[in-house]
């Protein structure tokens, strides 16, 4: 079974980058939309940037916001389980803007405008993150947050995805 036809749908990013990583038998997808200049039509916060929006074949089962630790920093994340078909996924996402970490699109936009005050341009991306959810939902998340410790520097940058 593959994980590979899930994708965050995401309008107007300037690109995009899609990595899977193995451990053993578990498997991690990796989603990034990076928007260099934002500007109309191409947000980062946007009703047509979604990790399973109306038209998508996944289905949101459960949806949540968490913190979750990751070397000794917090990161807001949006938590889904989305299914389709006989296939279940944990997806964390957030949003990079301004060099800080968000998963609210209220406080996105407020960091959208401090970033503009303050000098550091438009740039900002939506991350996300994905594995197959098995009964034990405790080993999905290890999985990701075990991922997040390998490839986020102190400021929150991804900085390297080698395998798991």
């Not at 989305?82 to 609210?104: F, M, P």
């Not at 407020?110 to 303050?118: G, H, I």
């Not at 405790?138 to 929150?156: E, T």
């Amino acid at each position: 079974m593959t994980l590979a036809t899930f994708r965050v749908s995401c309008c107007g990013g300037d690109s995009a980058g899609i990595g899977t990583y193995r451990r053993g038998d578990q498997r991690l997808d990796l989603h990034v939309a990076y928007f260099a200049y934002q500007r109309e039509g191409a947000e980062v916060i946007s009703d047509l940037n979604t990790v399973a929006g109306p038209e998508s074949e996944w289905k949101v089962l459960r949806s949540s916001r968490a913190i979750v630790q990751v070397g000794g920093r917090t990161l807001p994340i949006n938590g889904l389980v989305i299914r389709r078909q006989n296939q279940t996924l944990l997806v964390w996402s957030w949003y990079r803007i301004g060099g800080e970490d968000t998963n609210s699109r209220l406080m996105g936009k407020f960091l959208e405008v401090k970033s503009l005050a303050t000098g550091h341009g438009r740039s900002a991306a939506m991350i996300a993150i994905s594995t197959e959810l098995a009964e034990d939902s405790d080993q999905a998340s290890a999985l990701l947050q075990d991922f997040l410790q390998r490839v986020l520097d102190k400021g929150g940058q991804l900085y390297q995805a080698e395998a798991l």
